[in-house]
């Protein structure tokens, strides 16, 4: 499609209609009243950044935007029309692509059949009942390609990484979006979350892409990415919306203020001594094909930080060292020992804590209340019910989680409080001695990120040993005593941030 046809498109006509116009939304879940009134609108040619406290209400709006979930209260037009969605189908058709903050994608069909499934015109790759393999395939690969992503559309979703998942989720809403017969909307809910720098490039070239033909609303938790990439930033707190600015009038630590109602702290930083024997001790691990002759320590009370972009196999060392995946050949000692057939159950038995990047899948059961996700470790299933919930609403209070329901189930808090609880969860254990971290700030609000980084920084100080894949280098940089560079499954470099800080421009070069 292209522009001259937007205009001669009759609901599109006239650029003064605004893509997207919300009067007096609102939604409650219960007791919570989750969206208290939203007005909003949204122009053509605009990319308007949403951001906001963990719960603060922003997937529950643009929930109710995608047809996932009605509204209780309020209406909402899209290019001018009433939008009456009765399903997710009635909000492609109108031209809105999202990428939610959980994946959704069906593991066992293909990338393209993906991208398909959710195209405005899904049926029309099927004809007399045979699925027309070469258009679904060159169809994906054609918007593959416009968000720069060398997946092959035949490949599983289920062979892929995370990383390249969510790709396939971008590309799937650009096709929705802009395939429709309607000004697309583009809907984006935190999609940068795991993307390392080239994919993250790629993506904002594409949104700026769509902005010319139509509008994007996006969500993220970085604030320096939201300034880059959009028009205009709305806040939202508590449910409502709080302020509405032009990007080029406001500046990260105004934006921090205005979220979280307080000013930004500087990093704070400091040095700890190498200390102690080390609790879990890696040496020339290798697995073929995904990371080779990987060695490091970690001691008591020092954070080190795996660095590298998607392809460097830092996941996968993590995993092993979990016992979550296995290797080839190397060694692992943990306590002074060395360990073999090393399974998950034997690392938690150890004192080692995991936190997957991919809390959804691995790191809770969404089904279940938070208390008893919180119980889900070596120690938690020992102690009794009455001290279960103590300790419950005592890590709720650390770590700000809201609401403060622990015996509500832990799929209706925001994707951000999961988080929290999926953290709190090893935290909490007093048998403690290792943690793996996978990207552990990743979905929390700047506010939440400060408060994380404590509690990592307290467990540090009672002489847990921390390893940590951070979502930036900054993040290394700001948290770790030693950092490794990993490339390709092998390390690069490895620096002792006491003896020689490397700079992010040292860790980038070594990366790539
Ligand atoms: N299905 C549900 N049942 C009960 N409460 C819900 C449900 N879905 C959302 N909520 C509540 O609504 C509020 C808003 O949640 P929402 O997911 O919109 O927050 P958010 O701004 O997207 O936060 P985050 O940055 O953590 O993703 C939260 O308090 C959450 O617990
Ligand atoms: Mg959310």
Sequence with gaps: MTDSDLITDGRAAGADVPVLRLRGLQKRFGQLHALKGIDLEIRRGE???????NGAGK????????????????TFEVNGERARFRGPRDAVAAGIGVVHQEQSLLLHLSVAENIQMHAADAGDGVRLGLYRWGRINRRAQKVLDQVGSKLDPRWRVSDLTFVERQMVEIARAVAAGTDANATPLLVLDEPTSLLEPAELAALE????????LGSVIFVSHRLDEILRVCDRVVVMRNGEVVADRSTDAVGEDELFELMIGRAAKAPEREVRAATGEPVLEVSGLTRRGAFHDVSFAARP??????????????EAVCRAAFGAEGYDSGELKVAGRRVESWTIPKAIAAGLGYVPSERRVEGMVGGMSAIDN??????GALIAPGKQKQQASEWFERLDVRP???????????????????????????GLKALLLDHPLRGLDPG???????????ACAAGIAVVLLPDTLEEALEMADEIL??????????????VDAPTTLDLLEKQL
């Excluded at 997937?59 to 309020?74: C, F, N």
Aim: net charge positive; proline share 2%; glycine share 14%.
């Design 205 to 212: 070239k594409e949104i700026r892409q769509i902005a010319r």
């Design 301 to 314: 009370g020092r954070v080190v930080a795996l660095v590298g972009t998607s392809g460097s196999g830092r």
């Design 485 to 498: 560079v990993l490339r390709d499954g092998g390390i690069t470099a490895v620096y002792d941030v006491a």
């Design 448 to 458: 939440a990120g400060d408060t994380v980084k404590r509690e990592i920084r307290t």
């Design 404 to 430: 403060r329901g622990p015996k509500l189930e832990l799929e209706r808090f925001s994707g951000g409080n999961q988080q929290k609880v999926v953290l709190a969860k090893w935290l909490k254990d007093q």
């Design 59 to 74: 997937s529950t709006l643009l929930k109710i935007l995608t047809g996932i979930q009605p509204a209780d209260e309020g």
């Design 374 to 379: 919180l119980s889900l470790t070596r120690s």
């Design 47 to 53: 990319v308007v950044g949403l951001i906001g406290e």
